[in-house]
């Protein structure tokens, strides 16, 4: 293999550095022998790490490196948590797999569910799109980026992206407006007050909170009314 003929090459360049001598005095001038300079270990050492690093490369034990933390509610502010998470259900719902992907034939049976099946090459041009590790099929995040790209108004109103924001979206017919294009538009609107997650944290602590006290409420007129026929 190019591999291992690579090894050997590089192994005998480290065994001629090892072992190379000064020069011996010539018989006119008398030259004094000199140590073995530092430079052709710390050479010597580098080659030999690199070459370990191209083994474990070539035989695909090197170490992966760390992937990025992806948090979907930081990077995509645009969209309220519960959007997110309707996104991430029907993510979930058409990974087939299981994998955390959505590849060619996962995304030709989602179209095909949403009534607007495409040609093959159609879906790989859906793909391409928003695929920015060119791995041929859509992360979460990559499918989230179809609808940050709706919102922005930088897909084709014709486009397969499109089409799938449109018929996806499983708030449109909630929302009051008629449209793809003026619902997204009357999202941005309000997030741009303020901070819509924020809003919906507070939101729900405020709902717990109610919950409770109309528990605590109905217990107290519970001990009141039951007080009364002991009485």
């Given at each position: ?152 108004g930088e897909l084709q ?43 919906e944290i507070r939101e ?28």
């Amino acid at each position: 293999m190019a591999s291992e003929e690579l090894a050997r090459k590089l192994q005998r360049r480290l065994a001629a550095v090892q072992a190379a001598e000064p020069e011996p005095a010539t018989e006119q001038i008398s030259v004094k022998p000199r140590d073995p300079e530092p430079p052709s270990s710390d050479s010597s050492s580098e080659l030999s790490a690199k070459l370990t690093r191209r083994l474990d490369i070539n035989e695909g034990s090197a170490a992966p490196r760390p992937a990025r933390v992806f948090n979907p509610f930081t990077e995509f502010k645009e969209f309220s948590r519960k959007q997110i998470k309707d996104m991430e259900k029907m993510f979930k719902r058409f990974d087939s797999g299981k994998d955390g992907f959505i590849d060619l034939m996962e995304l030709k049976l989602m179209m095909e569910k949403l009534g607007a099946p495409q040609t093959h090459l159609g879906l790989k041009n859906m793909i391409k799109e928003v695929d920015e590790d060119f791995d041929g099929k859509l992360s979460f995040r990559e499918f989230l980026l179809i609808f940050r790209k709706a919102a922005a108004g930088e897909l084709q109103e014709e486009s397969g992206l499109m089409v799938l924001a449109r018929l996806s979206e499983i708030d449109v017919s909630t929302e009051g407006v008629m449209g793809a294009k003026d619902f997204f538009e009357a999202k941005m609107q309000a997030l741009s007050m303020g901070s819509k997650f924020e809003a919906e944290i507070r939101e729900e602590q405020e709902e717990r909170k109610r919950q409770e006290l109309e528990r605590l409420q109905r217990r107290a007129a519970f001990k009141e009314l039951q007080s009364a026929f002991c009485s």
